[in-house]
């Protein structure tokens, strides 16, 4: 159960988050509602997520399944529907798991990854499309997920013929050492290739809490941020 205080931290943090976005695009002459806001929940109670779609916080991201599965069912249980953003690298077994409850996938970095998560959707219980992002590696090092720039297009040719994916556009975060306006500009270049594939694929999902006013500037129209609305999260085992 989340107490009075906890409520009213996670409202005032959650309006000066919105603020810093509405910012963001004000600054790079775009309208707020052009920018979607994804509150990153991982490694906080299913109270917090909860707490933040009854306050009006539709979008939540997660990136480990391990968490995310339970907490997507408890909210479920309680009646609560947020719309389920899976943003964090993800192995093949665990894709049955993830489309049971994520509306998105942000890292769909490879052609086996789309398939095994097509497959899984067709034999999932909710009867709907999984939206799919390809997570881009825009320094070619794909330790930390991302297909590399040469195998953009063709994972993207990939997603979209499968049946129960849509392509929906392109994710990245910027690589240690890089400006983020250099790796944001970068990341729009590989929107574009995408958008040759399919032109509705418009979405680029990028920025997270130190550089989503650089993310917005180069065109991003998601912004996952997490302590910014939560806090500071412990540290992870």
């Given at each position: 159960?989340?107490?009075?205080?906890?409520?009213?931290?996670?409202?005032?943090?959650?309006?000066?988050?919105?603020?810093?976005?509405?910012?963001?695009?004000?600054?790079?002459?775009?309208?707020?509602?052009?920018?979607?806001?994804?509150?990153?929940?991982?490694?906080?109670?299913?109270?917090?997520?909860?707490?933040?779609?009854?306050?009006?916080?539709?979008?939540?991201?997660?990136?480990?399944?391990?968490?995310?599965?339970?907490?997507?069912?408890?909210?479920?249980?309680?009646?609560?529907?947020?719309?389920?953003?899976?943003?964090?690298?993800?192995?093949?077994?665990?894709?049955?798991?993830?489309?049971?409850?994520?509306?998105?996938?942000?890292?769909?970095?490879?052609a086996r990854l789309a398939t095994a998560l097509d497959?899984?959707?067709?034999?999932?219980?909710?009867?709907?499309?999984?939206?799919?992002?390809?997570?881009?590696?825009?320094?070619?090092?794909?330790?930390?997920?991302?297909?590399?720039?040469?195998?953009?297009?063709?994972?993207?040719?990939?997603?979209?013929?499968?049946?129960?994916?849509?392509?929906?556009?392109?994710?990245?975060?910027?690589?240690?050492?890089?400006?983020?306006?250099?790796?944001?500009?970068?990341?729009?270049?590989?929107?574009?290739?995408?958008?040759?594939?399919?032109?509705?694929?418009?979405?680029?999902?990028?920025?997270?809490?130190?550089?989503?006013?650089?993310?917005?500037?180069?065109?991003?129209?998601?912004?996952?941020?997490?302590?910014?609305?939560?806090?500071?999260?412990?540290?992870?085992?």
């Amino acid at each position: 159960m989340t107490t009075d205080a906890r409520r009213t931290e996670l409202q005032d943090n959650l309006n000066r988050t919105r603020e810093a976005v509405a910012a963001a695009c004000a600054a790079a002459g775009r309208t707020p509602g052009s920018v979607r806001l994804i509150a990153v929940t991982k490694t906080f109670p299913a109270a917090d997520a909860a707490t933040l779609t009854e306050l009006g916080q539709a979008d939540l991201g997660e990136n480990r399944d391990q968490e995310a599965a339970p907490k997507a069912a408890e909210l479920a249980a309680l009646g609560l529907e947020p719309v389920w953003h899976f943003v964090g690298q993800l192995q093949r077994n665990k894709a049955r798991s993830v489309a049971e409850y994520a509306h998105w996938v942000h890292s769909v970095d490879r052609a086996r990854l789309a398939t095994a998560l097509d497959a899984a959707v067709a034999v999932s219980s909710h009867g709907r499309n999984l939206n799919a992002l390809i997570q881009v590696s825009l320094d070619g090092d794909t330790a930390r997920g991302g297909a590399t720039l040469a195998e953009v297009e063709a994972l993207a040719e990939h997603i979209a013929a499968a049946r129960f994916l849509d392509l929906k556009g392109v994710m990245a975060v910027a690589p240690l050492g890089w400006e983020p306006a250099k790796a944001f500009a970068l990341l729009n270049e590989c929107s574009e290739l995408v958008r040759r594939v399919d032109p509705a694929a418009v979405e680029i999902s990028a920025g997270m809490s130190g550089d989503f006013r650089e993310a917005v500037a180069c065109g991003a129209t998601m912004v996952r941020l997490g302590r910014n609305v939560l806090g500071e999260r412990e540290a992870m085992a």
